[in-house]
């Protein structure tokens, strides 16, 4: 199973940016500790299900 991917995309802002790989799909969404994917409804923790892409490359966010 693919992890969701969170990028941090504006940090004043406290938005990041979560990839969906069950609907292929990018969402805004505000730092948390934990999200519920706006795609599928999926509760997401941290260290469970989500994987931190820190660099600005959107081709990382695709090596899982």
Request: glycine content about 4%; charged content about 25%; proline content about 5%.
């Amino acid at each position: 199973m693919k992890k969701h991917l969170l990028k941090i995309s504006n940090i004043p802002e406290a938005e990041a940016l979560l990839y969906c790989p069950k609907v292929n799909r990018f969402f805004t969404v505000k730092l948390a500790l934990s999200y519920t994917c706006p795609g599928c409804g999926l509760k997401l923790k941290e260290n469970k299900n989500i994987k931190r892409v820190l660099d600005y490359s959107l081709s990382d966010f695709f090596k899982v």
